[in-house]
């Protein structure tokens, strides 16, 4: 097993045989074809370290105010301000949750985790908007029965507490979103500051509502507004972890597009089968197919074609290829048996098409 941990390009071509000889009579020439870079390294690296220093600063304001304002908001009786204060208890976790994965993340690969720990920063992402979630619900709950049944609100302290969270909170979502906008970890612990922020907003004017008027209902139904504002970012945050979690496809990547365009691209290439394309995190797609070639096509050059193809048009970076000679054996060919006829006609017609255009 290869240990795959820094920035590199190379090519293992392994042979059916003795060791060495390549000819006709081989059946198959499996080669594979990779390119990739993982975080810890180059690029990556560099991102993951500014990210780590993030999320480290907002943990720091965000824990550090905490206490403040759980303290404020029983001692005002003010729903916004407990609310707001949930959601700072969650962030503290969340944040050291989202730090853990990002310093692992950047640990380099190793034999028993080859591709390294990345999975750890979408799998916190995922927890943290599973947490947010359950705070929104948390908090519609408590505003019904506060609605029913008013308490009183001390709108002075609450005004004092919410105004200093205010600011703590757009310092800490200023420090994260800085950062990077497609990592996930990292927009997953700037919706939880953003849901701290929007809180305190919410506190100030319902404290000002409240020392205005005296009517208290303004604080449990702005609370409500606030958490339904955060459950669209976090089910939308749930959502793209989800799909990474479950190694769905990158968006707007047509696996049978992707088969069709790379026969037709590459010559000498017949058909392309047995695909699969994945996330190991939102921006590193990887990449395993099968490409049958014509018996006098040179596997090398049809190789590295198709991996410019999908490098250069589809930003795959990481991609397995094995080349075969002869039809498909494999388990499963037979399902897409469908799929390679109708790559062949496609083939074919743009074969005659071009022919035709020539000729007139």
């Not at 999975?119 to 619900?137: K, S």
């Not at 000002?208 to 604080?219: E, N, R």
């Not at 290439?269 to 590193?284: A, C, E, F, G, Y």
């Amino acid at each position: 097993m290869a240990d795959h941990a820094g920035n590199h390009e190379h090519e293992h071509i392994a042979h059916n045989g003795p060791a060495g000889v390549r000819g006709p009579s081989h059946h198959h020439d499996h080669a594979h074809s990779h390119g990739h870079a993982h975080a810890g390294h180059g690029a990556h690296g560099t991102r993951g370290a500014d990210n780590e220093r993030r999320i480290f600063l907002a943990l720091l304001l965000t824990a550090s105010f905490l206490i403040v304002e759980v303290v404020g908001g029983f001692l005002s009786g003010s729903l916004a301000l407990l609310a707001d204060a949930g959601h700072m208890l969650a962030d503290v976790a969340a944040l050291g949750l989202s730090f853990a994965a990002v310093r692992a993340s950047r640990q380099p690969a190793t034999l028993k985790h080859s591709y390294g720990l990345h999975r750890l920063q979408v799998l916190a992402a995922f927890i943290n908007g599973a947490t947010l979630i359950a705070i929104t619900l948390w908090i519609a709950v408590e505003a019904a029965q506060r609605l029913f049944s008013p308490v009183p609100v001390f709108g002075g302290m609450m005004a004092l507490v919410a105004a200093a969270g205010l600011a703590i909170n757009i310092a800490s979502f200023a420090i994260l979103h800085g950062g990077d906008r497609h990592d996930l970890n990292v927009r997953g612990a700037a919706l939880h500051v953003l849901g701290d922020l929007l809180g305190s907003v919410a506190a100030i004017v319902a404290a000002i509502v409240i020392l205005a008027t005296g009517w208290t209902p303004i604080d449990p139904i702005l609370s409500v507004f606030v958490a339904l504002l955060i459950l669209r970012s976090a089910w939308s945050l749930v959502g793209r972890s989800f799909h990474v979690l479950m190694e769905g496809a990158p968006d707007g990547v047509d696996i049978g597009e992707l088969r069709t365009a790379l026969v037709g691209a590459v010559p000498g290439v017949n058909d392309i089968h047995h695909v699969h394309l994945w996330l190991l995190t939102p921006d590193q797609p990887l990449m395993t197919l099968h490409a049958s070639i014509d018996a006098d096509a040179d596997h090398d050059d049809v190789l590295h074609k198709l991996r410019d193809v999908l490098r250069n048009d589809y930003d795959i970076r990481h991609v397995t290829i094995q080349i075969e000679r002869i039809a498909c054996l494999d388990p499963g060919c037979e399902d897409e048996a469908g799929h390679r006829q109708e790559t062949s006609l496609l083939t074919q017609k743009g074969i005659v098409a071009g022919v035709e255009s020539e000729k007139s």
